[in-house]
Structures are given as structure tokens and as C-alpha cells.
């Protein structure tokens, strides 16, 4: 009669949980598949080539000892890498920490407690332990959570993969910093080129003014003229000085990322930094992006996660047994010995518990972990998309800037005759200042616009290999990702309906 109560309370327990059940919550992200990204028509024009994946080192392909010095002695001092550093040790700590929650856990605990008893006590009367007596236990606890449906370990996994996707952030934050050096001494040299535009242009102001002095002294040219050209060489230093403000500038900039003082700059010297050519991209490359971008294979990691965190929250809709023990002494008096057989006492069993009405608050959790993970997915299909067209656009933009300084060169080229022609025109009375003048002015100008577009196509080189990943290679955990995605589809198939 007993058996039967019991087992219909248990029949009954095991209907109830049905009040509490996951039914109709899912996920809808849905993850992009690159192949599907259209690129064949914007990249048809660029050469490709299986060895084009930056370099670990790639900055070394710029032969410039100074900026391969300068990457290195930023990846050692920098304090961003120190955060990026700590944020990976606390979340390997946190899985760690997720994981000694799956394990037995067994304690230890000893105590001795003196306490003012009542004369009105009936379990311990006056005349048997007096007013004060002394309360002595030793002993050890046992517990463990059977983790019957994997909802623990799930949790633990989730944790190592926000692990992992930390390590990988500290891959990405070294990638930011050596691109940030590159493109910051880029800046320094483009300074220094201004800062040469600019002292031709004080040169030929400063001709212009002797040669005016002297028509005037002649009687050939007027006054007027004379503080024209005065003027012209006022300005002419004033982008000197404008010019030597942005190499500080630049310096100060590189000093920052170095993680150094001020006077660290001062020791920069002028960049030398060698053409890398036309763009080359890798075959294969919208495929291939995702395991060469850190923060795609971040992001995976972070949806590889998430899905660990919904098997986990669905977990808790089960029933679960847990297993506890207790062992130890207890005695009660001063004289009394602790460690005596009489003194002993112990408990042990197990405990199920059964989810029945939680208010809705799983299936509010279990909606947190879907949302999550529809975050995740969005958040990486966002990434793809946007890494794959700043590849592209990069390219594009080193294409039109090559082309730009060739076209440019020969401006300034032109403009450099135009300017020889003049001043031979007015040093000889032929022509008026007015001639040079404007002459210069182009010249001018054709220099300024040399120089930035030589800048700009260094700074895209750089942007360039940034956006090919800057030498990070994470297809092994792209592999290990799919890897197991597969086993656990495989096991959802095989699994009874």
C-alpha cells in the first residue's frame, strides 16, 4: 500500500512538471554563409594569389628597420594589451570557476562554541552542564549534482568559450596596435614630406623676393611688388613651422603607443617605408575571411557560447537528484571529549528536485539565452559582411590612388617646368612677377597633393592588411566550432522525438 502512494506521488510530480516546460521557445539567427556574399565582380580586376594572407611580422615587408622596431617595442609596453591580457585571464578564471561547480565538492569544518544556557533549559538542566557550558563539533560534508542531463557541463563549456574568444580578443587588440603604430608613423612621414613641400616653397619664395629686390633697386618693378613677395615668404615659413607642429604631433602620437614618455618621440626618426605594390588578394577569400579575421573568430566563439547556454537553460526544466553526507562529532560540555564514538552522528541520501511553478521564470531565462544568441549571430553575420566589403573597398581605394599619383607626379613635373620657364622669363624682364607667381602657386599645390595621396597610399596598405586579418590565423578554431556543431547536430538527429 505504501509502494503505491508513493509511486502515484511521484506519477503525479512527474505530471505536474509539464506546467513548467520549454515548448515554443527557439532560436531564429541564422548564420550567413559567405559563400553567398557576391564579390567575383567588384575584386575581377585584382590579382590573386594563395600566399597573399598577411605575415605575423607583415610590417617587416615595409623595409623599414625604425617602424619594425617601433611595433615591437609598442607589443611589450603597451598598456591596452595588458587590459586585453587581464579580460582573458578573468574569463579563463571564469570557467574555471563554472567547472569546479560539476565536481564533488567535500568541506571540512571545525568549531567550538561557550554559551550562557538558561536555568529554565529543559534539555540541558542546571544541574547537569551548570550555566555555561562549551559546544565542540568536528566534521565533513559531501555534496554533488549528478548533472543528469548535461545542463552543468553545457554551462562550463559556454564559459570556455567566452574564454576562448577573450584569448582572441588579445590576438585583435595586438593586430590594432601595430596597425595603429604603422598608420600613426605614416602620419609622422607624410609630417616630414610637408614639411619638405615646404621648405621648396620657402626656397622659391625666397628667390622670388631677391630677384624682386634687385628689379626694384633697377627701377624695373615697383615696391608694391617687392612687399608681395615679402609676404610670400612670410607664409612660406609659417607652413614650415605648421609642418614641423605635425611631426610633434606625430611623435607624441607614437610615443602614447609605445606606452613611453614624451622624449621617446623625440628619438623618431624620419619614416623610410618601401611601396608594397599593387593590392594582391588571396583566393579564396570570402570563405577563407572568417577563420583570418580575430574578431570573426571571436564572434563564433561568442555564438558557440550562447548555444551552450540555451542546451544549459533548457536543462533546467528537468527534474534533477543531487547526492549529500554529513559526518562528524558533536559533544556539549567542557569536559566532554569530541573525538569519542558516542559523539558521532552522520546523514546522507539524495534529493530530486522537480521543477513545478516557477512563475515563468525559466522560460524567461531560456528566452534571455535565445535572445542572446540571436545577438550573437546578427552581431557576426554584421562582421562578415562588413569585413568582406572593407576588403573590397580597400582595394578599390589603393587601385584609385595609385592611379592618382602617377597622374599627380606628372603635374608636378609640369608644374616644375612651368615654374623653371618663368623665373628664366623674369629674371631676364620678359615677363612680370605675376607669371612665377602663379606658376609657383601650381607647383605648389601639385606638391601638397603628391605628398598626401603618397601618404594616403601607405595608410591604405596598412588599412589593407588590417582588414585581411593582420596575420592572425584561427582557422583551427573555426575547425574545432564546426567540429562540434556537427556533433551536436548529429546527436539532435539521432536523439528520440
Known amino acids: 500500500m505504501r509502494s503505491t502512494a508513493l509511486s502515484a506521488t511521484i506519477a503525479f510530480c512527474l505530471v505536474l512538471t509539464g506546467c513548467v516546460t520549454s515548448r515554443g521557445l527557439h532560436t531564429t539567427g541564422t548564420m550567413t554563409d559567405p559563400d553567398k556574399l557576391a564579390s567575383e565582380r567588384s575584386l575581377a580586376d585584382t590579382r590573386l594569389s594563395p600566399a597573399a594572407w598577411p605575415a605575423q611580422d607583415w610590417w617587416v615587408g615595409y623595409n623599414d628597420p625604425q617602424l619594425t622596431a617601433l611595433i615591437e617595442e609598442a607589443l611589450k609596453n603597451n598598456p591596452s594589451l595588458d587590459q586585453a591580457q587581464a579580460r582573458a585571464r578573468q574569463a579563463q578564471a571564469v570557467a574555471e570557476s563554472v567547472n569546479a ?24 538542566p542546571e544541574y547537569v552542564l551548570g550555566t555555561f557550558a562549551w559546544s565542540k563539533s568536528i566534521g565533513t560534508g559531501f555534496s554533488w549534482d549528478l548533472d543528469l542531463w548535461g545542463g552543468k557541463r553545457a554551462a ?5 568559450g567566452r574564454s576562448r574568444a577573450a584569448e582572441i ?30 621648405e621648396q616653397e620657402l626656397a622659391r619664395a625666397t628667390s622670388t623676393l631677391d630677384v624682386t629686390r634687385k628689379l626694384v633697386a633697377g627701377g624695373l618693378d615697383t615696391p608694391q611688388q617687392e612687399h608681395l613677395a615679402d609676404s610670400q615668404v612670410a607664409g612660406a615659413e609659417q607652413q614650415k613651422v605648421a609642418a614641423d607642429r605635425a611631426i610633434d604631433a606625430a611623435r607624441s602620437s607614437l610615443s602614447v603607443l609605445l606606452g613611453a614618455g614624451p622624449d621617446r618621440g623625440l628619438a623618431i626618426e624620419r619614416p623610410h617605408m618601401a611601396d608594397l605594390g599593387p593590392a594582391v588578394l588571396p583566393d579564396k577569400l570570402p570563405v577563407d575571411l572568417i577563420g583570418r579575421r580575430a574578431d570573426l573568430v571571436a564572434a563564433r566563439w561568442e555564438i558557440e557560447a550562447a548555444n551552450k547556454d540555451i542546451k544549459a537553460a533548457k536543462t533546467e526544466f528537468l527534474p534533477n537528484i543531487s547526492l549529500s553526507a554529513i559526518a562528524g562529532f558533536i559533544a556539549v560540555g567542557g569536559s566532554t571529549n569530541v573525538l569519542q564514538l558516542p559523539a558521532r552522528n552522520y546523514a546522507f541520501g539524495p534529493a530530486l528536485s522537480l521543477p513545478l511553478f516557477d512563475g515563468g521564470r525559466r522560460r524567461a531565462e531560456l528566452t534571455v539565452a535565445d535572445a542572446e544568441y540571436d545577438a550573437m549571430v546578427a552581431r557576426y553575420n554584421g562582421l562578415l559582411i562588413a569585413a568582406l566589403n572593407d576588403v573590397s573597398d580597400q582595394v578599390s581605394a589603393l587601385n584609385s590612388v595609385r592611379q592618382q ?19 628664366k622669363a623674369y629674371r631676364g624682364g620678359l615677363k612680370g612677377p605675376l607669371t612665377p607667381l602663379t606658376s609657383r602657386q601650381q607647383l605648389l599645390t601639385a606638391q601638397q597633393r603628391l605628398a598626401a595621396l603618397q601618404s594616403e597610399q601607405a595608410d591604405i596598405s596598412v588599412r589593407l592588411i588590417e582588414s585581411l586579418g ?25 536523439s528520440p522525438r
Open 156 to 160: 562550463w563549456e559556454g564559459a570556455l
Open 169 to 198: 580578443d588579445v590576438h585583435a587588440a595586438r593586430i590594432e596596435l601595430s596597425v595603429n603604430v604603422a598608420r600613426a608613423y605614416v602620419r609622422l612621414g607624410y609630417a616630414f614630406a610637408e614639411k619638405d613641400v615646404a
Open 405 to 423: 599619383i602617377v597622374l599627380e607626379q606628372r603635374s608636378v613635373d609640369d608644374a616644375q617646368k612651368s615654374w623653371d620657364d618663368a623665373m
Open 470 to 494: 593582420g596575420g592572425f590565423d584561427g582557422s583551427a578554431d573555426v575547425a574545432q566550432i564546426e567540429s562540434a556543431g556537427d556533433k551536436q547536430a548529429a546527436a539532435a538527429k539521432d
Open 101 to 124: 561547480g560539476r565536481m564533488p565538492q567535500v568541506e571540512a569544518n571545525a568549531s567550538i562554541t561557550g554559551a550562557y544556557l538558561s536555568k529554565k533549559n529543559p534539555i540541558y
